[in-house]
Structure formats: C-alpha cells, structure tokens
C-alpha cells in the first residue's frame, strides 16, 4: 500500500480517489473546494505525506495544471513524484518535466480513459516517463487499472509525454468511432426501412463486428430515450480531437475520418454558417436559385 | 437560319429562346404558360415547323422531361431531331434515344451551363449524340454558346447521355468549388484578422491563382450584402451532385471533395440532426459530459 | 429441434452447418462442391426436407443469390420459408419475396455479422420479414445468434429487406469504425512519440472508450506482425459501404465519416491516380513548381 | 518612379524585378548566385539606396527570411519599410515588425499569387501593415499588381500579418478548387462515358459555372498531354495548406473540402500506408478476406 497526494477532487479525481481507498491506498485529497478537500492547501498537503512522496494533479489541463505544477516546484523535493493525469497536451508534459527536474522531481503524464465508469471499472492507463518513476508509482496504477492482465489496460507507452500523446490519439480514434455511429443511426432514422431502431442497435451488441463499449452506451442511451429527443445535436470538443488533427498535419498524416468527426462537431455548434450563407449567395447570383431569406 | 421548336419557357428557356432569335434564328417556343407561349399545344408546335424538325425541350429533369418526349415520339417523324437541354440524368438518354430511333427520330442531350448569366454571355454546352444530329443542330448551338473559339464553349462529349454525364461532372466540380470558397470566406470571417473581408475577396479577382467567375459573383453578392446578413445557410442540391457521388462510387473513384460538398448542402438544411444527437448522448454517457437539453 | 436445409457451404455456410448441428439441429447442406454438400442437387435436398420446410441461402449476393432463389421458386412449396442470409442489396429482398410469395413461399432476409468467429462466438443476426416466419425459424436464429440475452445478438428489424438494410448499415459504420483506428495507428506509427506502438493499443482494451471487438482484432494482428509489414495497404470494398452511402445520399443524410472511409479503400487500390496527376499537373502550370515525371 | 532593393532572385523574385524595371522603376537586386546580383551583400545594396529606403524580401519562408529580416534590422535606418513578399506564416510577421519597430523601420507583409505568369500578367497582392506604409509602397504595388482596377487585384487586407493571412486562405481555397477539378477529371476517365475528356474540359472555358483560371492551366496541360501520362500523381504541399487548416482547427470553423485536399496530397506521397495495411489486417482477422502480401 502507499501513500500519496491526489489534487482535484471533480468527476474523476473524486472517483479516483475512491478507487484508490478500495484498494487500500491513502490518499491525501486536496480540492478548492473544502467539503471535498482531506487538507486545506496544496503545503498542507504535502506536509502530510512522507518523503519520497507522489503526488497525482487531476485538474483541467492548460492553465489550472501548468500554475499546479509551478507551484509544486516550490514544494516537493528531491526524489518526490509528480504525475499529471489530467487531459494535458503533451507539449506541455515537456516543460513540467524540466521545471521539476531542475528540483530533483521526477515527472509522470499519464492519459486516462474512461469517465464516470472508471470508478467502476477501472481506468485506461497510458503513461509517459522515466521507468523507474513508472515503477515506483505501479501500485497505484494498478490500483486504478481495470481488472485483468497489467498489459491490456495499462501502457507505459514511451518516455515524458508519450502518455498523454496516446490518450490524445485514442481520443481521436473515439472521435471517429463516435460519428460512424452516429451517421449509421441517422441512416436508420432517416431511412425508415427499419421499424424499431433502437432494437437493431441493441441487437449489435453480441457476434457483430461493431460490438463495443461505445455501442454498449448507445444502446443505453436509447434504453433512456428511445430517439434521442431529449437532447439537442450540439456537440463540444474538448482539446484532443483538435491536437490529434494538428499533430496529423505536423506528420503528414491523412486523417480524413477524424477531422471529418471533429468538423462535425463544429457546425454541430453554428447556428448561422458563413459557409453555407457563402454557397447560397453564390447559388442565387448565377442561377437565380430560390434562396431563404434571414428571418424569412 | 434555322426553324426550331423549344417547349418550356421558364427561367432558362425564355432567355434561351431571346439569344436564339436575336441570332436570328426562328423558334416555335411552347410552355404551358399561355402569356410566355408562342403556340397553343405541341400538336400545333410541330405543325407549325417544316420537316424535317428540330425541337428543343428545356423543361424539369424527370418525369416532366420524360413525359414530354414520349409525347413527342408520337408527334415527330423520320428525319426530326429531338434535343434534352434540361438537367436529366445521363441514364435517362437512353431510354429517350431508344424510344425516338425506334420512330426514326433523332436524339441529343444537351447539358448547358451559364444559369441566368447565359441569355448574355453564352451558355457551355456539352452535347452527346451522333455527329450527324449534332452536325445538323449546330447553328442552334452557335447561336447559343459564347462568342469565341467554339471549341471553348461547346464540346461534342460522345455518345447519347455523354452530354449529360459531362454537365453531371461539371456541376459535381462545381459544388467542390463553391464550398472550397465558402470555406476560405467563413475562416476570413471568423478569425478577424482580415479587417475587410469583402475587399481582399475583390483583390483576389486579378492575378491570382483563384481568380474565376465563381469569385467574381461572390464579389457580386459580397457588394450587395457585405456580411451575407440577408441569407440562411440553408442550401438545396438539384441532382447532379448526388448523381456524380454516385457516380464516383461505381467507378470506385474517390470524391472527398465533392462529397463534402453535398454533405454540407445536406447538413445545412438539418435543424436536428439525429446523429450529432447520437453524438451528444454518447459523451453524456461515458463522461457525465454537459449536453443541450432540447427545448433548454 | 429443426430440420432445414443449407444452400452455400463456403467460408460462412461450411461454418454455420458446424454451428447449427451442435446445437442439435438436422442440416442437409448444398454445395457445388461435391466434398463438403449432403446431397447432390437443390432437388434432391427438397425432396430430403419433410414440409413444411426452410431453406437458408448462403451463396454470394447478386446474381448467385438470385438465381437460386429463382431455383426454389420452382421447388418450394405453399408453407415453406426461404431464408437469404448472404450479403444481399436490401432492394433485391423485395423482388425476391414477391417472387416467391406467388408461391405461397414465405421469404426472411438475413444480415449474418460475425466472419470467421461466429462458428465459435456466435453470429449476430438481422432479420427481416413476416413475424410468423420469423417465429418459425427462431430456433435456427437462437442456434446460430452468441450467447446472452437473444435481444442483443438478434433483431428482427422490420418487414423485407429491413434485415438486409440494418446489416448494410452495420457494416458502413464498421467501414467508418476501421478507418478510425487505422487512422490512429498510423498516427502513433509516423509521430514517433510512442516507443512501442503495439502496446499502447494492446493497453487501450480494458477501461478505455475505445475498448471494442475491432480493437482486439488489431491487438491479434499486430501480435503476429508489429509494424503489419507482412501486408499491402490494399484494401477491397464489398458492396455495403457503397450502398450505406447511396442509401446517405438519397436519404440526404451527410455521411462525411463513411464516405471517407470507403474513399480511403478505393485510393488504396490505385496505383496511379488520376486526380493527382491533375493537382501535380496544374502546380506545374502555375508555378513551376517540380513534379515527379512518370518512370523518373 | 520609385528606388527599392529587392532581396531574392529566385523564380518569383527575378520575374518581378523584370516587371518592375518595366514599369520605370529603379530595382537594386541581391542573390546569392552572383549571376543575377545587381550586387554583393546586403550592406551593399542598403548603401546604393537613397534613405528613406523601401526593401523587398523574396526569399524563402521561415528561417531565410527570418534571418533576412534580422540582418535588415540592423542596416536600415528610421523612416525605411521593410517589405517580406515571400509565403511567410502570419505569426512570423509580427515577430518581424516588432524587431523592426524597435529601430523605427516600418514592415509590410504581402501576399503575392501568380506564379510564373505573374511576369506578364501581373500578380495578386494582400498587404498587411499600416496605412502610411502602404502608401508609400504603393508604386511598387501598382507596377507588380494586375492590369485593370486596382481594388480587383490589390488589397490591403489589415494590420501587420493580415497580408499573409488572406495569402494563406487564398492558398487554402487554391487546395480545393484543384482537387474539385482532380476529382471531376478522374471521375470522367474512369467512367469512360465522355470520349474525349480534354475536349470536354476545353469546352468548359467559356460560358460555364466553373470556368476559371485553374480551369484555363488544365485545359494547357491536357493540351501538352492528353491524359497527364508523363507525371505521376504525387504532390508537394508548401505550408499554407497546412496552415489555413490548422486555423480553421483554431477558428472552429469547418474545412471538410479544404482537408480533404491537403490529406489527398498526403496519401499521394505514400508508398505505403500504415493506416491501408491496418485496414487490410481487421479485414483479415474478421473474415478471413483475402489480402495482398507485401511483396506478393
């Protein structure tokens, strides 16, 4: 069993930090918000754990994580660990890395896949750095990994930053795995030739090719609310899709799946396309196509 | 000078029927609207043009265009010569041709492009059919393409339904084009950089690389409406876009571009769209993601 | 149990007879290969079957299928159920039902998902027709269907041609599934940041969101061959994605993900593009700019 | 009539200094190859214009002008402007005209299109900077740009960068305009419907809704060779493709046809593609589908 910080205690640090008690580890939970918080600041925290101490940062990424990390530069010291787990570009794992290296802190970034079912059933694990840091900190890693064998949920995929460049990949993959679903269920909607959609859907979920966890949450969703009425189709995009299409041009990639998910949650979110206004002016000047009138 | 028939008068028939006639050409024009008329039936059409005929039929694509040339299979005679200007799909020539020969009657499909710019510039055309009809309704196509080198505007595409299947692929092209534009204006619009979008779009119409007559009707719709305000993006697609994508699938030729092009017409007229619906509830199931409730 | 015959006894059908009987059902299958088939003509495995009877076809879709079940229909009899469970286009399903239903033969169109794995696993079936036929033929789908829950490996779809247009979708989203982790395969190939690529998928197949058959299937794949040096990057396509996407295009549902994925796999084919020599064609013209000449 | 140094003699660079000694202006030029030097070194030429100066820089994109820039930075004198014409990325111009600013020399960024043709028919220009700056440039601007109104073949597109930026999404629609044309070109030699394709493509230059510059080159390349035999279809991107989408990533603005041309360029270069070959290898796992071997 070991001792370690957990600081972010939202959706998943808070579930996190449950798995970790279940399997017997102490974990110090610091939070800004004190009815979640096991100490009331981040020197607290630390004075509570014995060197060489770990401590696990899930809080957002950009900003929130990079002010986190500076600020456990002035707190741990030589030997400790700090593993960001948060959803980080990589090019930032790179200098949390050298700003901690310069105080003899070792530096771990590791992807994390799941969501809300992970307190559950475990986390996918993907993590960036040093093999020795890496082993030091398998208890917990173990601890928050999905039952089975070490190897199928759980990656040391690389040194510093190789943890959160395969989370942004997987991301990208879920990214195009999600719309293929979601142009097959409109196919069906649209189409009409299948009567009740939501038991076709269902009925994927053993023997089929497409079987998988994302059409196990669909038939769930559908469970819930059969059409989906109940939901508007506006969708975000939450930072990885976009890295995963950038680092495709850096390497020259085609990615024509994934851009196409990650564009269709862009005008998912427009309620006015300059685009489309674009083809309509052009459709109505040479051919004097009927348009529709804003506000018409 | 040649004696014509042309049934249908609408947008592009009227203006046809002017360029004709003022190329001095003599046409018979028949529609069913009596006031744009010339004639009070194709019975009477064809009995007021000297054998051997040439009618020219400009009227909707389908079962309007269909119709019509079974009803002049049955009015045309040995030697006569039927022409399809509308917008018909090239597999629909066939069966035309076929239904004309068996009477002796000659056929030609005729994709003409230009909209309503033509009656003043000139309409493309691409003709499919046997030289022989095509050699015989050539003053006809003189006097309706543009001033220079006939080779330019006008070009002999092949056999029946080449002259459709060429426009087919000309209007395919010509969606890739317009939404390449509309991409490019909704990026200058969006990330304001470019203080005025609507000038660097009018300093691209000399020397540049994209300088084309699609620009400069966008310039024409941007000196109207400099911000496009007066107009949803709500596109419709009129055939040949859905036809050269299926095309494209049976000659296992890759389309992306094109393809993006019709999704996008398509996606613009969704006001729901069930799969970014799809979308939404998988992100809320794996990631307690916030969603848009409907109605919210 | 069931008595049934079995017409096709190649990769699928030889695998669904071993299935079939070791669920204890009597199969009398028919195949042109004399050393896999019971009997030696579809006459004879008529006469083998006591009425009422069901026959399930499983011969390559189109012209195959459809000649055999033009065969049954001058050897089945009122009462008796012809099952087509090949990769049939669902508008062949109508023609097919009418034909027999002129018979008093009732007709079920089947898709079967599942490949090689489906003797072991189970197949997952989508079923379209009468619900009386359908409720005859159950115990043959309850043998042939995984494991668990008969709603999540079976569906009965909707009336003809809704199994075969449910099993066509399925496999356009598999299409659009597959190119999604190709897409990040090669991106985790081609950056260099993951160290052993390989593992990090291995690691993805417990507690992520892309946890899926298709990511074990990788996992297999990449287990005998790392780098998958062992293939050409050629792909076939099969018929449901191109009908998946003309289904898209005449429903005007947008279908980016599919499309590409179908695009991707006719680009792999191609030694020598056609469209690139154009865009190579036109930089030469407009700037210059180097191209590779053939042969060089 | 204007004095100006011209830094670059390359393609582009030697071509405008024609054109604008043509127009009466005063070109001191510098290259590296001597052979088309007007003189030695950049010190040189500084001394051989009369302050205040006006410095053109042609050179490649990233680290030549750069270092160009700074080189100038420190030989020009308060009241010069410094104008960079070359395909720069926009973030690089700020960075220039800070360095600049600092010694009080002005900075221009300018977008130039037209390749080789620009020498004859003039080049399209996108100019960021300040207004008094442009002003004074604006000689030099009217001698480069086309023939005609100057608002159809100049703009001054905004601040410091604007210049650059409408070059890049210009470049960007470039991309999609070409792969529309690639993809209609391809589609009618596979097809085979149309029995001449250059002259189809050579009858669409007057009349039709595609007809354009890029229209014009490819109808000059078929003429040199009828079907693009002597090339091969691989395809340089130069940066602005790259960047236009990783600005509509940044923007959220949807590029589906703007990246399926940059990832066609992509695939175009590849010999063999992981993502193909991992395709290849689902397909193989699943359903025992025939595959090609490498080297096979």
Redesign the interface.
Known sequence: MVQMGLVGLG?MGFNMRERLRAAGHEVVGYDRNAEVSDTTSLEDLVSKLAAPRIVWVMVPAGEPTRETVVAFGNLLEEGDILIDGGNSK?TDDKLNAELLAAKGVGYLDVGV??????KE??????VGGAAADVERAMPIFDAL????PR?????????V??GH??KM???????????????????????H????VP??I??????????????D??V???DE?PE??????????SGEG?W???????????????????????????E???????????????????????G?
Chains 1, 2, 3, 4 share one sequence.
């Open positions: 959706k990589f896949s799941g969501g809300i079912w992970g059933n475990g986390y996918g694990l993907m990994r999905p039952e089975g190897e199928e949920g759980f990656s040391h995929a690389g040194s930053g190789a460049y395969a990949v997987h991301n990208g993959i879920e990214y195009g795995l999600m719309q293929a679903f979601a142009e097959g269920f409109e196919l069906l909607e649209a189409s030739v299948v009567e009740d038991s076709v269902k009925g994927w979920q053993r023997g089929t090719v497409v079987r998988s966890w994302l059409l949450l669909l769930r969703a559908l609310d989906l009425d109940d939901l508007e189709g506006y969708v975000e995009d976009r995963t299409l950038e680092e495709a041009i850096n390497n020259a990639v085609p990615a024509p799946v994934i851009s196409a998910a990650l564009f269709a949650r862009f005008a998912s979110r427009q006015h396309s300059s685009a489309m206004r674009a083809v309509a002016a052009l459709r109505q000047q040479f051919g004097g196509h009927a348009v529709k009138k804003a018409g």
